[in-house]
């Protein structure tokens, strides 16, 4: 069996200790996933492409907790939609979303007593 070390930078490589080999592993997979969206509740998914003139039509239907996965539509591409349940990614995604919105009220707390920048209480100038 093949071990595969992965690193912060793209030096990802593969030891095979039987065959007494290393070799260096493509991460080129990552540039063909254009979206990936997280299924907070379930879900019908549709898209709508065209790839050398021809309309592309792929509807799925998403579970809560599912990870949806949109790959570019190019001629590699032969499903463009699809869906993977791993309790790992998903926590990775909620965890995002749960401090980023965290955040979001930290800043707006700090924030609420602060004057308007203008007069006009707008906030839409510069003033």
Same mark, same amino acid.
């Given at each position: 069996?093949? #071990?595969?070390?992965? #690193?912060n930078?793209?030096?990802?490589?593969?030891?095979? =200790?039987?065959?007494?080999? =290393?070799?260096?592993?493509? #991460?080129?997979? $990552?540039?063909d996933?254009?979206?990936?969206?997280? !299924?907070?509740?379930p879900?019908? !998914?549709?898209?709508? /492409?065209?790839?050398? /003139?021809?309309? $592309?039509?792929?509807?799925?239907?998403?579970?809560? /907790?599912?990870? &949806?996965? =949109?790959?570019? &539509?190019? $001629?590699? #591409?032969?499903?463009?939609? @699809?869906?993977?349940?791993?309790?790992?990614?998903?926590?990775?995604?909620?965890? $995002?979303?749960?401090?980023?919105?965290?955040?979001?009220?930290?800043?707006? &707390?700090?924030h609420?007593?602060? !004057?308007?920048c @203008?007069? @006009?209480?707008?906030?839409?100038?510069? /003033?």
């Amino acid at each position: 069996m093949k #071990t595969l070390y992965l #690193t912060n930078s793209s030096a990802n490589i593969a030891v095979d =200790v039987e065959e007494n080999k =290393v070799a260096s592993i493509d #991460t080129e997979d $990552r540039y063909d996933i254009r979206q990936i969206f997280y !299924a907070e509740e379930p879900m019908h !998914a549709v898209y709508e /492409g065209t790839i050398n /003139g021809e309309l $592309r039509h792929e509807e799925i239907d998403v579970k809560k /907790g599912e990870v &949806l996965i =949109v790959f570019y &539509l190019n $001629r590699y #591409t032969k499903k463009v939609l @699809c869906t993977v349940k791993s309790k790992e990614w998903s926590a990775n995604i909620k965890n $995002r979303h749960e401090i980023e919105q965290k955040e979001k009220e930290e800043w707006a &707390l700090k924030h609420a007593n602060e !004057a308007p920048c @203008c007069e @006009c209480c707008d906030c839409k100038c510069e /003033g």
